[in-house]
């Protein structure tokens, strides 16, 4: 997992592996450029945005961004905008 925060309090945005494939979690699909992706739902009591990106062995990258005052749609955009950064660099 790496993490990254901001200037903001509680504002921070981290990355890690899920071992579900994507067809089992729950969400709306995210159009990437190469693999499948879905934003699934928030956690509201922490302000997070999850993405959720397939990859060809059945596991996933999550891409989470936290906002600390419990508006996930604040940090929505940059998470997004991550996922598709990542999205490139995925085989």
């Known amino acids: ?14 990355t ?11 969400g709306q699909s995210v159009q990437l450029d190469k ?6 739902p928030p ?10 990106i397939g ?3 059945s596991t996933t990258v999550i891409v989470l961004g936290t ?3 419990g508006n996930d749609n604040s940090v929505c955009p940059k998470v997004l905008e991550i996922a598709k950064t990542i999205d490139q660099k995925l085989p």
């Open 43 to 52: 956690v509201p009591v922490f302000g997070t945005c999850p993405i959720a």
């Open 35 to 40: 693999h499948q992706a879905k934003q699934l």
């Open 1 to 14: 997992m790496c993490q990254w925060k901001t200037s903001k309090p509680g504002e921070s945005y981290s």
């Open 16 to 26: 890690g592996f899920g071992k579900a494939p994507l067809s089992e979690l729950e």
């Open 55 to 57: 990859l060809p062995d």
């Open 67 to 69: 906002a600390g005052d």
